[in-house]
């Protein structure tokens, strides 16, 4: 924040009083959400945050007869609050920079896999050390500037999650994938929820006897809504950016969003028609189908901005500049002036090959869209082999620390698949691995393919037959040795070691080949560094991050402007009495007869619904408090257009907008529509917006 000059560009307020390293400033109201962020907005815990955020919290605590998903959900009282079950939240308290120790662990002639395990030693040294200071502190190493440089930011993690506020599905996801990405927007996208601690202020597992977390910091709401041209800024935890990428990366990154997009196509199709068999498959895997929906519109929207901005050319012509900076001093051009031709040629040779191999193998137990019991019996197994090392020379995801994560994961699956489902779906991703004709079949479906009947009649008898059908007894597994396991003669189990097996062998090249490439990265980011005096902002990585900009409307193409507000009566224009754009008669009926309480903006003569701004985010940003120059909330991030989604690797003013839903929107629907006036008592705000 010290390269920005925030006042000038509209800031009311100190920027020193956002954030200091020890932890205080108005950024520690901002938390992590595991994959998206929230923020509070009272001192007895509630947060704001995505409803598309919570969405996955909402899927699990749903079933047929309780469709939190469809209906919403609205406690009355805290007693009626529900689990959100998976979420977790980290509160940062505080961070510093540790590249000196990192850098300390390197030693001259080491390989790049004895550099990759020494970094990674050395990080997880950090972590220990920090965590000793507390049972609910979470730590971690991140990498900035492709390793030039490490930071450690510790967390206070809070594990009681609760549910206080969803609306219905018909507002919270209204558009659904049609509207996904797109301006203009009308989606209520909002949930409250609540954080909870234990009486002594420790963030614990759910317990009747916890009580509201107290944060040192919340926000206010604003008392005075926006208008066009007005300062915005926004905090969050954006997950991952490649705006530093060299042309090489970007050209690579393409191949892989192509690859991507087919894969998701053949796994949408299948998903879909799983979920037109009963409405318990289908809520079970809402979350996965609306997770890969997001992603394929994503990714073709990045590959239509990277044609329509000659991106690959404007990177090329980057990195032609650099190169030619870099000969115009020998010391230089030793260093950088052939690393983006390394890049190049590094990308090109066996990487390649071998990265899409890999990642075919992996994501077949890959969280999320993996097959899931395939997904658990690895689990299982892993949790066997690496629990026979020292803590410290685990793969990061098993050590101790994160074992609850691990056994609330194996808890919580039942909630997310259904057996006939997963059953057919791990028949469709082994006939998949199976037929890859640019590589030899994996030893591990060698033996299913050559059996009569192949596939389908393994997968038949294995899912007939294991056991690992029921939580309670996965959950009995895990203290087991890889003896005990492959004594169950589990035919899923049995799988997962013949996998285990064979990703072991690719987990170790993978961890040689990152770090060759890092190796390669480092140089050339340290040089662009260097040519650009410093004014380069780090990629992010899922660490705290800082944006701001006026609200303002675009020109997406000739002759279209779009303004950069909507209101409710855009979101009436859209109703079509089916889903998604299904609007509640309530709410027609508020609208038709303006009963919009305090929440109308006197300029528009209605209740504000989404508005448009030029900062920038990414996936992990959904739910970041958006700003006024004050630092109250008059906003919640949600999104982005179209035309935005390029922004990960490369920002075009004219067209970057995130798109936010209106607090006055959030504040109308919670009191007007579902009557939960007892919230907007609780975040203090009586004004007029």
Excluded at 420 to 438: C, E, F, H, N, P
Excluded at 559 to 580: H, M, N, R, S, W
Excluded at 648 to 675: C, H, M, T, W
């Amino acid at each position: 924040m010290q390269m920005l000059n925030l006042q000038a560009e509209g800031l009311e307020m100190d920027p020193a009083d956002l954030y200091q390293p020890d932890g205080s400033g108005l950024m520690s109201a901002v938390v992590d959400l595991g994959g998206g962020t929230a923020s509070f907005v009272s001192d007895n815990g509630l947060l704001f945050t995505n409803h598309h955020v919570a969405f996955g919290a909402l899927q699990r605590a749903s079933d047929p007869e309780h469709n939190y998903l469809q209906n919403g959900f609205l406690a009355q009282t805290t007693a009626e609050e529900i689990q959100a079950p998976g979420s977790t939240a980290g509160v940062l308290l505080s961070y510093r920079e540790v590249t000196e120790r990192i850098f300390a662990a390197l030693k001259e002639g080491m390989s790049p896999l004895e550099r990759y395990h020494a970094i990674d030693l050395a990080k997880k040294k950090l972590v220990r050390e920090a965590e000793a200071g507390g049972p609910d502190l979470f730590a971690e190493v991140a990498s900035m500037y492709a390793g030039n440089q490490y930071y450690l930011f510790v967390y206070k993690q809070i594990k009681d999650i609760r549910i206080v506020y969803a609306p219905p599905q018909d507002l919270g996801n209204f558009g659904g994938e049609i509207d996904n990405w797109m301006w203009p927007r009308h989606t209520c996208d909002f949930t409250f929820l609540r954080a909870y601690v234990s009486p002594e202020g420790v963030g614990v597992e759910y317990s009747p006897e916890n009580v509201p977390y107290r944060p040192k910091e919340y926000f206010r709401i604003a008392e005075t809504g926006l208008k066009d041209g007005d300062f915005t800024f926004i905090m969050g935890y954006p997950g991952k950016t490649y705006r530093n990428y060299s042309a090489p990366e970007l050209q690579f990154d393409i191949e892989k969003l192509e690859k991507s997009i087919q894969n998701r196509l053949e796994y949408i199709a299948f998903f879909e028609e799983a979920s037109q068999r009963n409405k318990a498959v289908e809520i079970k895997y809402a979350n996965t189908l609306r997770g890969l929906l997001n992603g394929l519109k994503n990714y073709r929207g990045k590959l239509e901005g990277f044609a329509k901005a000659d991106l690959v050319n404007k990177k090329k012509e980057i990195d032609r500049k650099f190169s030619e900076w870099a000969n115009k001093e020998n010391s230089r051009a030793r260093l950088y002036s052939s690393i983006g031709e390394g890049i190049d040629n590094f990308l090109a040779s066996e990487y390649k090959d071998f990265h899409w191999k890999e990642s075919e193998i992996t994501s077949l137990t890959a969280y999320g869209y993996g097959a899931a019991l395939l997904t658990q019996a690895h689990l299982i197994v892993r949790m066997a082999l690496e629990g026979q090392k020292p803590d410290l020379e685990r793969e990061e995801r098993y050590q101790e620390r994160n074992r609850p994560k691990l056994l609330s994961a194996i808890k919580l699956a039942e909630r997310s698949y259904d057996l006939a489902v997963d059953k057919d779906y791990t028949i469709l991703r082994l006939q998949k691995l199976a037929g890859l004709s640019k590589y030899e079949t994996p030893q591990f479906l060698k033996a299913i393919v050559s059996r009569p009947g192949g596939i389908p009649s393994w997968a038949e008898t294995a899912f007939q037959t294991t056991k690992l059908t029921g939580s309670d007894y996965r959950l009995s597994l895990v203290e087991k040795t890889p003896a005990e396991l492959k004594a169950l003669n589990d035919p899923l189990l049995d799988f997962a070691f013949a996998l285990e097996e064979e990703m072991a062998v690719l987990r170790k090249k993978k961890h040689m080949m990152a770090q060759q490439l890092e190796d390669l990265k480092k140089i050339y980011i340290k040089g662009m560094l260097e040519m650009r005096n410093n004014r380069m902002a780090p990629d992010a990585n899922s660490t705290i991050r800082f944006t701001s900009g006026p609200v303002k409307g675009y020109s997406p193409r000739d002759a279209v402007y779009y303004q950069p507000f909507t209101t409710l009566q855009g979101l009436i224009e859209k109703d079509t009495g089916e889903f998604p754009f299904r609007v509640p008669e309530k709410l027609k009926t508020l609208h038709r007869e303006k009963d919009f309480g305090n929440y109308a903006a006197p300029e528009l003569g209605d209740v504000p619904a989404c508005f448009l701004n030029t900062t920038n985010v990414t996936g992990g940003n959904s739910g970041s408090p958006t700003l006024n120059a004050r630092g109250e909330i008059v906003g919640i991030v949600f999104d982005m257009t179209y035309e935005s989604v390029i922004g990960d690797y490369y920002i075009i003013p004219e067209f970057q907008r995130v798109i936010n839903v209106d607090i006055r929107y959030v504040l109308f629907v919670a009191e007007k529509f579902s009557g939960a006036a007892y919230l907007i008592k609780e975040i203090g705000w009586g004004g007029r917006l």
